[in-house]
């Protein structure tokens, strides 16, 4: 079973505006990872988080952690059309020695 | 540095027949990861090596199997093929040692159409 759910399943936004995709999780977690897919090829890795920080950021790419809620959110600022992509979280148990991915958010950004 | 590269990356077989694909990790790699990825079950688990031993398994029949040799090439085996088996074979490499928690490099994966 998966261990995150994204949400929204697909958003699509104008070029410029900012997108926001949110991920919830069912137990405690290492860290938490963000990945995008363009269309067919394979994952490329964001950003790491830390169960320990609540905030991180990467160029355009800010990411938040909130334990207590079980909860993390990607946001995107100024997209691009490049951005389109499907955006994965993935949780890291230690426990389970393995990451655990969510069913993605499809994001298109419309020129 | 190269990055991770699967081959084939496309290929089409049919029921019952069996299948091999192949990972060459980052350099320095010892860790490799296989996952699965369809529309409908999106990415799920299937095993990981790490120095030739596998580390963990995800919850798949015995017709998927794998191994890793000791330049940390891996291969992964689906044998009796099903129509389900259809799918994106995702493989991953990663520098951590112990853990297996830390950053993924994946390839561009193998899509496997089975008819």
């Known amino acids: 079973s998966q261990q995150g759910e994204e949400d929204p399943q697909a958003l699509s936004i104008q070029e410029g505006e900012n997108a926001t995709m949110n991920c919830s999780y069912k137990?405690?977690?290492?860290?938490l990872q963000w990945y995008r897919q363009n269309s067919g090829r394979g994952l490329v890795h964001l950003i790491l988080?830390?169960?320990?920080?609540r905030e991180k950021h990467s160029g355009r790419l800010r990411v938040t952690l909130d334990t207590s809620k079980k909860s993390s959110s990607l946001l995107i600022t100024a997209s691009r059309a490049a951005d389109t992509a499907s955006y994965f979280c993935?949780?890291?148990?230690?426990?389970?020695?393995?990451?655990?991915f969510g069913q993605g958010t499809r994001l298109t950004i419309n020129p | 540095k190269a990055g991770v590269t699967q081959t084939p990356r496309y290929l089409i077989k049919t029921r019952g027949q069996q299948v091999t694909l192949s990972c060459s990790p980052i350099?320095?790699?010892?860790?490799v990861s296989w996952y699965q990825q369809t529309p409908g079950q999106g990415l799920q688990f299937l095993f990981e090596?790490?120095?030739?031993?596998?580390?963990n398994k995800g919850n798949f029949p015995g017709r998927f199997s794998g191994r890793q040799f000791s330049n940390s090439r891996s291969e992964m085996n689906v044998s009796t093929l099903e129509l389900g088996d259809s799918a994106l074979y995702l493989c991953?490499?990663?520098?951590?040692?112990?853990?297996?928690?830390?950053?993924?490099?994946f390839g561009e994966g193998s899509r496997l159409t089975v008819l």
């Open positions: 991953a490499s990663s520098s951590d040692g112990i853990r297996s928690t830390g950053e993924l490099f």
């Open positions: 137990t405690s977690i290492n860290n």
């Open positions: 988080i830390r169960s320990n920080e």
């Open positions: 993935a949780t890291a148990r230690l426990v389970l020695q393995k990451l655990v």
């Open positions: 350099s320095g790699h010892r860790s």
């Open positions: 090596y790490f120095s030739e031993t596998q580390r």
